[in-house]
Nanobody, 116 residues
Framework: QVQLAESGGGLVQAGGSLRLSCAAS????????MGWFRQAPGKEREFVAA????????YYADSAKGRFTISRDNAKNTVTLQMNSLKPEDTAVYYC?????????WGKGTLVTVSS
């Protein structure tokens, strides 16, 4: 059974930082590209960042560039999203995603609230 467990969310003031982690189990982690998505209240889920299986390719949404950093540790089956210079508009539930062709897994999400 595949599980993706996000952690690290919470309440932070604007300008602050949070570090989200996603622990994966039940899958061969290095076979999956990993990503972070978010869903703000009343909005659709949107892409934040992604990292390739080996970590050599990284992609960010424009809103995340220069502020967020995605990384992975294939030995520990974890993917991390370091978020700096947080803004109130970053408030959302953040979801971890594992993807390969034909297969897509999601975590249950962790709430990030940024106060102004």
């Amino acid at each position: 059974q595949v599980q993706l467990a996000e952690s690290g969310g919470g309440l932070v003031q604007a300008g602050g930082s949070l570090r989200l982690s996603c622990a994966a189990s039940g899958l061969t982690f290095s076979n999956y590209a990993m990503g972070w998505f978010r869903q703000a209240p009343g909005k659709e889920r949107e892409f934040v960042a992604a990292i390739s299986r080996s970590g050599d390719k990284i992609y960010y949404a424009d809103s995340a560039k220069g502020r967020f950093t995605i990384s992975r540790d294939n030995a520990k089956n974890t993917v991390t999203l370091q978020m700096n210079s947080l803004k109130p508009e970053d408030t959302a539930v953040y979801y971890c995603n594992a993807w390969r062709v034909g297969v897509d897994y999601w975590g249950k999400g962790t709430l990030v609230t940024v106060s102004s």
